[in-house]
Every structure is written in structure tokens, then in C-alpha cells.
């Protein structure tokens, strides 16, 4: 099936896709599923069973590569047991 939406729903769809880490297909699919599943009862198949494992690869490596690979890595001591459990020493 194909769609001609306005060009400002579809940069909104681009941008939502985006933020979501998916392709606009993807996202789409994703809202259309997740409706259906608000509307008819309890949810079908999740995103990653809708795929092959081709597509869901290429949908992970995307989502993946839309993160800031500049984001600093956490210190030993940030991550260490007793920072985030100091009263269980």
C-alpha cells in the first residue's frame, strides 16, 4: 500500500520515527498494531515477530546507529556496588 500524506505529516511521522530509534515504516506499523491492539482486545505480534530476521536486523542496527557515539562512558566507581547500594556494605 502507498500513501501521499502532506508534507508536514510526514516530517512529524519522520521525526516520531526517529526519536523512536525506527524507520517511518517500521514506527507506522508499529502505531498501526499497537492501536489495533487498543481497540480489539490483547496485542498481536510485537514488532520484532512481524519482521524477518533480515528486516529486524536492519531495524536494530538503525535504532543503534541513531545513538551519540560521543556520549561519555560511566566510571568504574559510578557503576561499583557499593555507589549504588551504599547502605548494603
Do not use: C
Not at 545513538?67 to 557499593?82: G, K, M, Q, Y
Request: charged share 30%; no cysteine.
Amino acid at each position: 500500500m502507498s500513501m501521499i500524506l502532506p508534507p508536514d505529516l510526514e516530517s512529524r511521522i519522520r521525526e516520531e520515527a526517529r526519536r523512536a530509534g525506527l524507520s517511518p515504516e517500521a514506527w507506522l506499523r508499529h502505531q498501526v498494531i499497537g492501536q489495533e491492539s487498543k481497540d480489539y482486545g490483547p496485542p498481536t505480534l510485537s514488532l520484532q515477530d512481524q519482521l524477518t530476521p533480515e528486516e529486524w536486523a536492519t531495524e536494530f542496527h538503525t535504532w543503534a546507529e541513531s545513538h551519540d557515539r560521543n556520549t561519555p562512558l560511566l566510571s568504574d566507581e559510578a557503576i561499583a556496588r557499593e555507589t549504588i547500594y551504599p547502605d548494603r556494605l
